[in-house]
């Protein structure tokens, strides 16, 4: 079975600062990872996904994820904050097992992040 | 088109009510889901629709019942719910029924229920 672990329920940076949101799965298979942005009152959109293809995935807005396998990791990353990223943050997995889980996401708890001027 | 839209936006009704959530996608996608998410939680997988047909339900309540009438639109008719059913609900679609970084989720605005 999958599981995603997001570390922090909330982080406040200031604009301009890295912003990192922390995240960590247990998969005992290869996982199927996924970052979403959740801004107040609206639906879920996706950030990025890691695909295999490459270890460091570059996203939307600016936004960057590095797959670690040996930390069994997915940091989510931003150079420099923007007032405009305050949300909530969601890293999701794939569920993948011997019996058909319909594409089914598995969610973190998920972490807001605060962006002071 | 790659939008998921939802109807309402809004949603108030009494214990005794029965309305009704719309959502329809035109991406071709063969799977539609129905999440609830409470305030500050990630989201809760309710049902799974895979190529029209019900594939997974998360032991919801009856109260809750799905319906797909064609591969674009899903419903999900209301009856006689409870207070702490009130929640924002989340429609999405997906190419395929399967897991895959291939095969991500497009969600919908939500619609924002209270039940009194």
């Known amino acids: 079975a999958q599981s995603v672990t997001q570390l922090g329920s909330h982080v406040s940076v200031s604009e301009g600062a890295l912003v990192l949101l922390r995240c960590n799965y247990s998969s005992s298979v290869p996982p199927y990872l996924f970052w979403y942005v959740q801004y107040p009152n609206q639906g879920l959109q996706l950030l990025l996904k890691?695909?295999?293809?490459?270890?460091l995935v570059k996203g939307i807005n600016g936004f960057e994820a590095e797959f670690k396998k040996s930390e069994t990791s997915f940091h989510l990353t931003k150079p420099s904050a923007h007032m405009s990223d305050a949300a909530e943050y969601f890293c999701a997995v794939s569920a993948t097992s011997l019996y058909n889980q319909g594409g089914k996401l598995i969610f973190g708890q998920g972490t807001e992040l605060s962006v002071k001027p | 088109d790659t939008e998921v839209t939802q109807t309402p936006k809004h949603l108030v009704m009494g214990m005794t009510n029965k309305k009704s959530l719309k959502c329809e996608q035109h991406?071709?996608?063969?799977?539609m889901y129905w999440y609830k998410q409470k305030a500050k939680k990630p989201p809760e997988l309710m049902f799974v629709y895979s190529y029209e047909k019900l594939s997974i339900n998360e032991s919801v309540p009856s109260r809750f019942s799905p319906e797909c009438p064609n591969s674009s639109l899903l419903n999900l008719h209301l009856h006689a719910l409870q207070p702490e059913d009130s929640a924002l609900y989340l429609c999405?679609?997906?190419?395929?029924?399967?897991?895959?970084?291939?095969?991500?989720?497009?969600f919908g605005p939500g619609t924002r229920l209270t039940v009194l």
């Open positions: 890691y695909t295999s293809a490459a270890t």
């Open positions: 999405a679609s997906s190419q395929f029924p399967s897991g895959g970084p291939s095969n991500e989720q497009f």
């Open positions: 991406m071709g996608h063969r799977a």
